[in-house]
C-alpha cells in the first residue's frame, strides 16, 4: 500500500527507453517523430500541468506513429521473448517492490526457475487499459507491479481510476479501524466474528472510495481478521508491567523494548511486509 519510489522511476527510465527505442518502425527517424514516440514510452501520461489535457498525444499529432503496435510489443517485454537485458521482471526487481501496492496483502517474489529462466509472480496493471489505450501499453507510468487478485480478479478493465502508487500512497488514504461496540471480550473469542471497517481520510475522495471497492478490500481483509485477532491479543497480554517482569529475570540479558521486537512487534517491525497497514491500525486503534 505504499507510494513507490519515484527517485527509482527516474533511474529506470533511460534503460526502459532503450528498450523501447528499439522496437520503432523502419522509417521512424525524425526527431520529432522520435520525441514523440519517447513520449509514449516514458513520459508521464497523468502530469497535466505538462498541458497534455486528457492525452491530446494519443490522437492525431501521433497518426504518423499508427504502426507501432506497442500493445502487441507488450507481451514480449512481459516474457522477454526478445531476450533482452531489460523485461518486465527486471522493471519490477529495479523498482524494489516486494509486497502489492495495490492491496498491501500480496508478497511479490522474484525467482529462478529450472529451464526458463528468472520468472515474477508479479503481474503488471495498465492503470489505464491497454484495450483503451494501445499506445500506452508499455509506458513506464502505465505498468503498475500489482498481484494477480487485484489484477486480474478485480480491477480488470474496470473505468473507475483507484489510487496510482506511483503518485500516491493508499495508506496514507484510509484507515482499518474497529467496529464501536467491539469489545477486548468479544474479540478475544474465538467464535467471535470480528469486522474490519475501512475508514477514507478524506471521506469526499473518489479515488480511494472506488480503490477500496473496486478491489474489494473490506472483503478481502475481513477474510484475515484472525490476523486483527493475534495482535489483539498480544497487545492485551504484553502490558508494560508484565514486559518489565520479563526483562528483570536474571541471565535474560533483555531490555524491555527488545522484548517488545520479540513478542509484540515482529509483525510490524519490517516495514516491507504484507498486511502492515492493517497490523498498525489495529495496533493503535487500542
Not at 525467482?111 to 489505450?133: C, M, Q, R
Not at 512487534?265 to 489495529?282: A, R, S, T, V, W
Request: aromatic share 12%; hydrophobic share 35%; charged share 30%.
Amino acid at each position: 500500500m505504499k507510494k513507490i519510489d519515484p527517485c527509482k522511476l527516474k533511474e529506470i527510465e533511460e534503460r526502459h527507453w532503450e528498450y523501447c527505442k528499439c522496437l520503432r518502425p523502419k522509417g521512424l527517424d525524425k526527431s520529432s517523430q522520435m520525441d514523440k514516440f519517447k513520449k509514449l514510452c516514458i513520459d508521464n501520461p497523468f502530469d497535466f500541468s505538462r498541458n497534455y489535457g486528457e492525452f491530446p498525444y494519443l490522437k492525431n499529432e501521433l497518426l504518423e506513429l499508427s504502426e507501432v503496435d506497442l500493445k502487441g510489443q507488450y507481451e514480449d517485454f512481459r516474457s522477454n521473448k526478445l531476450k533482452k537485458d531489460w523485461d518486465g521482471v527486471k522493471l519490477i526487481d529495479a523498482l524494489g517492490i516486494n509486497v502489492c501496492p495495490y492491496c498491501g496483502i500480496n508478497y511479490f517474489s522474484i525467482v529462478s526457475k529450472a529451464n526458463s529462466g528468472i520468472v515474477s509472480e508479479a503481474t503488471f496493471d495498465h492503470y489505464l487499459p491497454k484495450s483503451k489505450y494501445p499506445m500506452l501499453a508499455l509506458n513506464l507510468y502505465n505498468l503498475i507491479p500489482s498481484c494477480k487478485n487485484c489484477n486480474s480478479t478485480f480491477k480488470l478493465d474496470d473505468p473507475q481510476l483507484i489510487i496510482n502508487p506511483f503518485f500516491e500512497a493508499v495508506e496514507d488514504l484510509i484507515n482499518f479501524k474497529l467496529l464501536p461496540g467491539d469489545t477486548i471480550s468479544n474479540i478475544l473469542n474465538s467464535d467471535y466474528d470480528l469486522q474490519i471497517e475501512i475508514e477514507q481520510k478524506l471521506p469526499d475522495d473518489e479515488k480511494s472510495k472506488n480503490h477500496i471497492d473496486v478491489l474489494a478490500l473490506k472483503n478481502r481483509y475481513n477474510y484475515f481478521s484472525d490476523i486483527a485477532k493475534s495482535i489483539i491479543k498480544k497487545k492485551v497480554t504484553y502490558t508494560e508491567e508484565y514486559v518489565g517482569e520479563l526483562s528483570d529475570i536474571k541471565g535474560l540479558c533483555l531490555s524491555p523494548e527488545d522484548i517488545k521486537k520479540m513478542l509484540m512487534y515482529q509483525d510490524i517491525y519490517n516495514d516491507n511486509e504484507p498486511f502492515l497497514k492493517f497490523k498498525n491500525d489495529i495496533w493503535e486503534s487500542l
